[in-house]
């Protein structure tokens, strides 16, 4: 037969009084249905739990070591209702979220540290990935919210909800101690010599890769592109290494690496956009903890 918390309780309650009088006043009940409970666990565990004379009740070996046991069991059931009351209101459970690299030197801190802050006991994994493998795992169900660069792709449009966070200008990121640049100050593209070009590709970043082309337009240039990277950590690395130059969104500048130098451009620069994605229909209670936060951020 199975075990039943009931059960459990007035085994604690006898063990507790060594009485079975006292534990069944301590129960609001008579004591014949107490014994009898007693006995039905004792046959369920095939074992005696109390030694019982006319003048006194004891423990037996298997009483002693099921009693802590028991009364831990009891504290973790008495705790459920409230373990189901933060999940179902979202202050417990998991959040998985995909950023793109440039979120990590912008938004993405300032928004855990104030998830975190409200919600301690969510757990939240984090993935770095570009922008359409978020959107390929926001369709699938991997992950709950990503953080990316737009637009979504017209295909998911009907299953997707997004919400842009922030737009920031381009900056140059170029070899420190390029003798083409200015000491200091601003400067325009138009002036400086021609440059390997350090860029993500189209095919996973495309109106970012848009943007950085409409700056040179801009300034009467066709960039030669020297490289392509899908990390902004990885494209600063080739710019300090001499490789070339990179336009960057302004965030950036936060990654002082050592031989990067970060200038603000004279051009009008397009503004790169980055926001939150999520699918419509999901119903992670998490999720809509986060989404609150959102938009009380708006």
């Not at 070996?61 to 009364?71: D, F, K, Q, S, W």
Request: charged letters at 20%; one cysteine or more; hydrophobic letters at 45%.
């Amino acid at each position: 037969m199975p075990i039943e918390f009931r059960q459990l309780r007035y085994f604690t309650a006898v063990a507790d009084e060594m009485h079975f009088g006292r534990a069944a006043a301590r129960l609001h009940m008579t004591q014949p249905p107490l014994s009898q409970s007693i006995r039905a666990l004792e046959s369920s565990l095939g074992t005696a739990l109390f030694e019982r004379t006319s003048r006194s009740v004891h423990l037996t070996a298997a009483g002693v070591a099921l009693l802590p046991e028991a009364r831990r069991l009891l504290q973790q059931a008495e705790g459920l209702p409230e373990l189901a009351r933060r999940a179902a209101s979202g202050e417990s459970g998991r959040l998985t979220v995909a950023f793109v690299s440039i979120a990590d030197y912008s938004v993405l801190p300032q928004f855990l540290r104030r998830f975190r802050l409200r919600y301690p006991q969510v757990q939240i994994d984090l993935r770095e990935a570009t922008s359409d493998v978020q959107c390929e795992d926001l369709a699938a169900g991997r992950i709950d919210l990503g953080l990316l660069i737009p637009p979504l792709p017209d295909k998911l449009a009907p299953e997707l909800e997004y919400q842009p966070v922030l737009a920031e200008p381009l900056v140059l990121a170029a070899p420190d101690g390029w003798k083409a640049l200015p000491a200091r100050g601003p400067v325009s593209l138009a002036a400086l010599p021609a440059q390997p070009l350090i860029v993500f590709p189209r095919r996973i970043a495309p109106s970012f890769y848009d943007a950085i082309l409409a700056c040179f337009g801009q300034a009467g240039i066709t960039p030669q592109i020297g490289q392509e990277a899908i990390q902004m950590q990885t494209i600063v690395a080739l710019v300090s290494a001499g490789m070339g130059i990179a336009l960057v969104p302004q965030s950036v500048s936060n990654l002082k690496r050592p031989g990067v130098t970060y200038r603000p451009l004279r051009e009008q620069a397009p503004l790169v956009e980055t926001g939150f994605a999520w699918r419509r229909d999901n119903p992670s209670p998490v999720l809509q903890a986060f989404l609150k936060l959102l938009k009380r951020r708006r």
